[in-house]
């Protein structure tokens, strides 16, 4: 899109923000402001009849919220950035996988907003520092591990010191049953000895500390 002026609307529910952020992007001569609109189902309409390269997206909005009309948005095939007060992971998980292209605060600069939207325009990703931070720490926590009743049960009685025949006569089960539920919790916790599936279990609040 390098050598044309970017056809853009702006989305938000607050007049005086929507306001504001037209103001900002006025005197960008490679940037045209074709619409507004205070609301999802509104923005929807008004990218299907425009069709914009971009649509700047708040994301909670009346009648239709900013990730059902980004879904709407993206199928009509005008790029969606995201630009809103709201950093929490769900927030930013559910615009991205609305097909957002781009999520940013209200906090960025005018420049900042600028790069964006030419970034945008051209289908790359832009993402907030703050929220590219939390993309990059909630990928790298631990996978979400999920013990049935029974590994839960065995080991607690782990962290209480049990040997295998200890627990089988506690939980009244062979102790070729409790060996079996030892080795699939070590498969899950990715461990390979006792003391340490307690002592993951125990910093993952799998279990509760005796």
Known sequence: MTGRTIRIIVVDDHTVMRAGVVALLAAEPSIEIVGEAGDGRAAVELAGRLRPDVALLDLRMPVLDGVAATTEIVAAGTRVLVLTTYDTDADIEHAIEAGAIGYLLKDTTRAQLVDAIHAASR??????????ERLVARMRAPAPVALTPREVDVLNA?????????????????????????????????????????????????????
């Open 158 to 210: 782990v962290a209480d010191g049990l040997s295998n025949a200890e627990i089988g006569r506690r939980l009244v089960i062979a102790e070729a049953t409790v060996k079996t539920h030892l080795l699939r919790v070590f498969a899950k916790l990715d461990v390979s000895d006792r003391t340490h599936a307690v002592i993951v279990a125990l910093d993952r609040g799998l279990i509760a500390r005796p």
């Open 123 to 132: 289908g790359e990703t832009v993402l907030a520092p703050r929220v590219a």
